[in-house]
C-alpha cells in the first residue's frame, strides 16, 4: 500500500483536454488521494468542465488575477496536504499504474525527485523532437545541471514525483523563474537526490498551445542563462542555510 498522494494541476483555457486528463488521473486515485487544481482565469468552459466531476479528491481554487502557469502551480504545491506530490499538466494522459510506479521507484531509490519519459501525441504541424532521461544519468549531477543549463536537459514538471522533503529547498519560486521543473531538478541535483526512470508514465500532447515548446529569442535565452546562475546560488544558499541550522540544533 502506498501513502496518500497530492496531484498538483495548474489549468488555463484547457477546455479541450482536461477532462480526459483528469478522467486519467482519478482512475488511479485511493480515497485518501487528492487532486488540487488552481485555475489561472480561465475564459473558457474549463472550470464547468472541473467542477462536473464529483470526485470528492478533487480540490479547485481559483486565482482572483492571471499570474502564469509557474506560480499557479506554486500555489498548487502549497495547498497540498500529502508527504508525496506528483505534478500534472492539463493536457495529458496518464498512463495505468504510472502513480504506483513513481512512487515505489522514490521509495526504492530513496531521492526526493522522481521524472520519467512520456509518449509523444503529436497534434501539431511542427515536427517536434524531445529528449530522453536515462537511469544511468541520474547520479551525474554535474552533467545533469550542465544539460540544464545548455537547455538540453529532459526533464518536464508533469513526469515528476516530489517528497515533501524538498519543499524547505524549493518554496518560494523565485519571481523571475520561468520553469519551475528545471527549478526543481536544478534543486534535487544539487541535493543529489534525483532518479531518472526510463518508462513513460504518460501521453504528453504536442499542439499550438504549449508553454514549454514556445521557442524564444536568443535575448531571451542569454537572460535565461543569467537566471540559472543565480537560481545555483539561491539553491546553494538554501541548502547552506538548513545544513547550519541541522547542524546547531543536532548540538544542543
Not at 479541450?16 to 488521473?25: A, D, G, R, T, V
Not at 540544464?148 to 518536464?156: D, E, K, N, T, V
Amino acid at each position: 500500500m502506498r501513502e496518500p498522494v497530492s496531484i498538483c494541476m495548474a489549468s488555463y483555457n484547457g477546455e479541450q483536454y482536461i477532462k480526459n486528463q483528469i478522467s486519467s488521473i482519478l482512475e488511479q486515485l485511493t480515497q485518501d488521494d487528492e487532486l488540487i487544481i488552481v485555475d489561472d482565469c480561465s475564459s473558457d468552459s474549463t472550470v464547468e468542465i472541473i467542477k462536473a466531476f464529483t470526485a470528492l479528491s478533487i480540490k479547485l481554487y481559483h486565482n482572483n488575477i492571471n499570474i502564469g502557469y509557474v506560480k499557479t502551480f506554486e500555489k498548487a504545491v502549497s495547498l497540498s496536504k500529502n508527504n508525496i506530490i506528483c505534478l500534472a499538466d492539463q493536457d495529458d494522459i496518464w498512463i495505468k499504474g504510472r502513480l504506483e510506479l513513481l512512487y515505489q521507484t522514490l521509495k526504492k531509490e530513496n531521492v526526493l525527485v522522481v521524472a520519467s519519459n512520456f509518449q509523444v501525441k503529436n497534434e501539431s504541424q511542427n515536427n517536434v523532437k524531445f529528449l530522453k532521461l536515462k537511469h544511468e544519468d541520474s547520479k551525474d549531477l554535474l552533467g545533469n545541471i550542465k544539460r540544464i543549463f545548455l537547455g538540453r536537459s529532459a526533464y518536464y514538471g508533469c513526469t515528476m514525483m516530489i517528497d515533501r522533503k524538498i519543499f524547505k529547498y524549493i518554496l518560494p519560486f523565485p519571481i523571475y523563474t520561468e520553469a519551475h521543473d528545471l527549478w526543481i531538478a536544478m534543486t534535487a541535483n544539487l541535493l543529489k537526490s534525483i532518479y531518472h526512470l526510463n518508462d513513460n508514465t504518460l501521453v504528453y500532447r504536442v499542439h499550438q498551445n504549449n508553454s514549454s515548446l514556445k521557442k524564444r529569442k536568443l535575448t531571451q535565452k542569454l537572460i535565461a542563462r543569467y537566471y540559472f546562475c543565480k537560481n545555483i546560488l539561491i539553491i546553494l544558499k538554501r541548502i547552506n542555510k538548513f545544513f547550519l541550522l541541522f547542524n546547531s540544533s543536532s548540538t544542543l
